[in-house]
């Protein structure tokens, strides 16, 4: 917490300390009720796309096993997820988060051919999955069993 009084002070110059703690504590709690929602808004999502693609929907709440059932999905193999592991080990982290952005791209990409969307709805689930995977989950699109080409 010192490190961000210290970057405050720096900005504001001489500020209160108990109003510096006050809006840091503020701001941790918005940003958890924040993310806790966003979080809520995607399990509910993944529940009905897995619902909408035969698969049984419990299976979203399971870590690691949810995305192996998404990329299956998808039409995409499971083994890409091991690209994940270059994000653990130092000095490979950064090339990792690249490969990994790649691979989820592509998976999303597929997944939002598998449910007969365009390029712009691609990008949108690229970019605001939090946004567009309600629109998949609770739209009327429905989930094709054929290859994309």
Not at 107 to 126: E, M, N, P
């Amino acid at each position: 917490m010192e490190e961000y009084i210290d970057i405050i002070r720096l900005i504001y110059g001489n500020a209160n300390e108990e109003a510096l703690q006050f809006g840091i504590k503020f701001a941790e709690v918005v940003l958890v009720i924040i993310g806790s929602i966003i979080g809520i808004i995607i399990i509910i999502s993944m529940w009905k796309i897995f619902k909408k693609a035969g698969q049984k929907p419990w299976k979203c709440f399971i870590p690691i096993y949810n995305m192996i059932v998404f990329y299956k999905i998808s039409g995409m193999s499971p083994i890409f997820l091991l690209s994940f592991i270059l994000l653990l080990i130092p000095q490979t982290n950064f090339i990792g988060f690249i490969i990994w952005n790649i691979v989820d791209a592509t998976q999303k990409s597929l997944l939002a051919r598998k449910f007969g969307k365009s390029v712009g709805f691609i990008i949108g689930l690229i970019l605001f999955d939090f946004i567009f995977y309600p629109i998949l989950a609770f739209g009327k699109s429905e989930y094709k069993k054929v290859n994309v080409e």
